[in-house]
């Protein structure tokens, strides 16, 4: 884990000093599997901390406390660094964090009983296949469960997603919260 935290492989490419962030023990029975830190976390080094972390913990029914606890949930972005801002929004995560580290600190979460996929690229890793869409992705959640549940991105950039598509909120959010309150249990 220090090998990662100290990672500097894409310090040529980021707006700002490498600053990875992530959070893993072995003990943790939840992955949230995310996309990369925003400009906030980049700051404080502390995953979701912003509006989209809000939104994520009440989805998933769990508090701060909870939500923070590195025993009980592993928090690893595709890519550990901020990226930068794009035209729409932050840029994607930097593909060579996925390449050079993702496969074997997976390995080191034997405990885990669900996994979040949260967001394009952390599906196109994580689900191959799923969906050719994030949208398709999310709508075939009930396929992947009950050890994986697919979600879009909690930013409230996606406001308007959330509003075209109901049954997110409707139909899948409770069995989330259901699949994590028995994961963390």
Not at 48 to 72: C, H, P, Q, V
Not at 77 to 98: E, N
Request: charge should be positive.
């Amino acid at each position: 884990m220090t090998r990662v935290t100290r990672c500097r492989l894409c310090a040529a490419e980021l707006p700002n000093e490498p600053r990875p962030v992530l959070r893993i023990q072995a003990s943790a029975a939840l992955l949230v599997a995310a996309q990369a830190p925003g400009r906030r976390v980049h700051d404080t080094g502390i995953p979701f901390n912003d509006a989209s972390g809000e939104r994520l913990r009440t989805w998933m029914g769990i508090g701060k406390e909870t939500f923070y606890d590195a025993k009980r949930v592993a928090i690893l972005p595709m890519g550990f660094c901020y990226p930068g801002t794009g035209k729409s929004g932050d840029l994607p995560p930097m593909p060579r964090c996925a390449a050079t580290w993702r496969r074997a600190l997976l390995d080191h979460l034997p405990e885990l009983r669900l996994t979040l996929v949260i967001g394009q690229y952390a599906q196109r890793w994580h689900l191959p296949g799923a969906g050719r869409t994030l949208t398709e992705t999310v709508k075939n959640w009930r396929a992947l469960s009950p050890m994986v549940i697919p979600l879009p991105h909690p930013s409230p950039r996606n406001n308007l997603w959330l509003k075209r598509n109901p049954w997110f909120e409707a139909e899948l959010v409770p069995t989330l919260q259901k699949r994590v309150k028995i994961a963390l249990s």
